[in-house]
């Protein structure tokens, strides 16, 4: 679901953003250090809006940036396979509570917001892709765990979707803050297709 001011617009698939290697070896910007780093971002945002002859620069390249901020541990992948869960940083839907609101300033997501401050000062139109909340928990705790809260409606698994939307929202807020004048919102994890009519529902 991509948001703007004056529209929404539905979108179909996933916009997590592939860089071919091309675009890596003329910037000179290496993963997984490029999704570490402002620079970086703002570089290979411009130049992947170029190559596909698009007029928006997306960011983050990857779906992990707002987990890790919430304590996940990810492992940053190579140029060939993308950021993704080194182990979860919670065992339990209990836990799940303890899922601390975000520091905007510190870590990837400074990182990101910082580029989108960047590439609105140099006049670019800017998306700031966002995971939802089903997407987040993948990368936070074990699927399974989450799919049998749901079904027990559990109170600790409520807390933690709340602590979990309230983040998002100041993400997004957050985004808005620096100049993105696009809200490009995802849950491909909470889609039907992967966790059934019943969860789905």
Known sequence: LVLSSNA??????????????????????????????QEALVCLSQEMMKYKGEKVCKLPFCLTVEAEAMGANINLGDAKNGPRVKDYAFNS?????????????????????????????QKEMV?????????????????KIV???????????????????????????????????????????GAIDIVGPQVYK
Request: one cysteine or more; glycine letters at 6%; charged letters at 25%.
């Open 8 to 37: 929404v617009f539905k979108c179909p698939g996933n916009y997590s953003e592939t860089i071919p290697a091309e675009i890596v070896n003329k910037t000179g910007y290496d993963f997984p250090q490029a999704h570490s780093n």
């Open 93 to 121: 839907v209990e836990e799940l509570e303890n899922i601390p609101l975000i520091d905007f300033e510190q870590g990837r997501i400074k990182e990101v917001l910082d580029a989108v401050e960047i590439l609105t000062q």
């Open 127 to 143: 998306a700031l892709n966002i995971e939802g909340p089903f997407t987040i928990l993948s990368s936070l705790i074990e699927p």
């Open 147 to 189: 799919y049998k809260a749901i079904r027990k409606n559990n109170e600790s698994f409520l807390s933690g979707l709340e602590i979990i939307e309230n983040n998002i929202v100041n993400y997004a807020l957050k985004g808005l803050e620096k100049g993105a004048k696009i809200l490009s919102y995802a849950d491909p994890v």
